[in-house]
Antibody, heavy 118, light 107 residues
């Protein structure tokens, strides 16, 4: 079965760090484009970051310099390292697959909640 | 960054109605436009990619059109399971962006 499973969310204090994981099954992460998308409580979707099959990465301006996306090919897993967390980073974080350029996010994980609060 | 503007932000409709949602891009994005449906507490679901291509398994009552800066999602005959929030998303540039969403409610 083709699926994505996120983990690593939780409660963290402002200024703290957290690493999210996204484990893929049924396909190879290194051959696809994987993104992180977040949704603050009661709000819309916000794209956060992408890692292309070639390894190139991009970030939304709101997280650039604080978040880092990476992947471990042998574990078939994508990560999101989040540093210097702020209250406005509180959201459900989804990972999502894009099979190719412009084909849309066809596979989504169930999401993991990140709460930044003191 | 490319800004995506959806309208309306919400609408009320009845079962059987034809519903149209519009998405406008701040610059031309060719046909690099995707549509998603999201129900409360669930991950989004891809409906349409490349502006007009129906994702596998999505009912044919959903259709998309447009190119350049203006796009539409049409539900030809609204069904009870279609009450949800709909988002457009551009994939033209590496900094991907979503529209603000359109909530479709029961009239």
């Amino acid at each position: 079965e083709v699926q994505l499973v996120e983990s690593g969310g939780g409660l963290v204090q402002p200024g703290g760090s957290l690493r999210l994981s996204c484990a893929a099954s049924g396909f190879t992460v290194s051959s696809n484009y994987l993104s992180w998308v977040r949704q603050a409580p009661g709000k819309g979707l916000e794209w956060v970051s992408i890692i292309y099959s070639a390894g190139t990465t991009y970030y939304a301006d709101s997280v650039k310099g604080r978040f880092t996306i990476s992947r471990h090919n042998s574990k078939n897993t994508v990560y999101l390292q989040m540093n210097s967390l702020r209250a406005e980073d509180t959201a459900v974080y989804y990972c999502a697959r894009d099979r190719d350029y412009g084909t849309g996010f066809d596979i989504w994980g169930q999401g993991t909640m990140v709460t930044v609060s003191s | 960054d490319i800004q995506m503007t959806q309208s309306p932000s919400s609408l009320s409709a009845s079962v059987g109605d034809r519903v149209t949602i519009t998405c406008r891009a701040s610059q031309s994005i060719s046909t690099y436009l995707n549509w998603y449906q999201q129900k409360p507490g669930k991950a989004p679901n891809l409906l349409i990619y490349a502006a007009s291509s129906l994702q596998t398994g999505v009912p044919s009552r959903f259709s998309g059109s447009g190119s350049g800066t203006e796009f539409t999602l049409t539900i030809s005959s609204l069904q009870p399971e279609d009450f949800a929030t709909y988002y457009c998303q551009q994939s033209y540039r590496n900094l991907l962006t979503f529209g603000g969403g359109t909530k479709v409610e029961i009239k």
